[in-house]
Nanobody, 112 residues
């Protein structure tokens, strides 16, 4: 059974930083492409970032490029998202995704 458990969200002021983590189990994490997606209040799911299995290839949505960094530790079956210079429009529930599977999400709120 695929399990994805996100953590690290919270309330942060504009310009602040957060680091999200996603602990994965139930599938071959080290051989798997992983993604972060998010859902803002009242909006649909938005793709945020992608990383290949080895971590050497990444891509980002234009809205977060230059501010967010995706990474992974295959020895720990864990995916990360470092978010810097956060903006109010980054407020959303953030999910890590393996194919069509997602975890329960972690809430990120950016507000003064």
């Amino acid at each position: 059974e695929v399990q994805l458990v996100e953590s690290g969200g919270g309330l942060v002021q504009p310009g602040g930083s957060l680091r999200l983590s996603c602990e994965a189990s139930g599938f071959p994490f080290s051989n798997s492409v992983m993604r972060w997606v998010r859902q803002a209040p009242g909006k649909g799911l938005e793709w945020v970032s992608y990383i290949n299995s080895g971590g050497g290839s990444t891509s980002y949505a234009d809205s977060v490029k230059g501010r967010f960094t995706i990474s992974r530790d295959n020895a720990k079956d864990t995916l990360y998202l470092q978010m810097n210079n956060l903006k109010p429009e980054d407020t959303a529930v953030y999910y890590c995704a393996y194919g069509s599977e997602r975890g329960q999400g972690t809430q990120v709120t950016v507000s003064s």
